[in-house]
């Protein structure tokens, strides 16, 4: 799987996070957010690290 297609799936990631932080505090929502947590943490530890620039980041 190229770069790219890592960098992707992270910022969608990012966006399920927000909508699952979004729902009601019930059961479920922790562990919700801990699994999008690890793919996050998985897909973090594939990108190569010229990848890894937040969006404050000057080239």
Do not use: C, H, W, Y
Not at 8 to 22: F, G, N, P, S
């Amino acid at each position: 799987m190229s770069a790219n297609s890592l960098q992707e799936l992270d910022e969608m990631a990012v966006k399920l996070d927000a909508t699952v932080r979004a729902l009601p505090d019930e059961s479920g929502r922790d562990d919700l957010l801990q699994d999008i947590a690890k793919f996050r943490a998985e897909l973090l530890a594939r990108l190569p690290s010229e990848t890894l620039k937040t969006r404050g980041d000057k080239p």
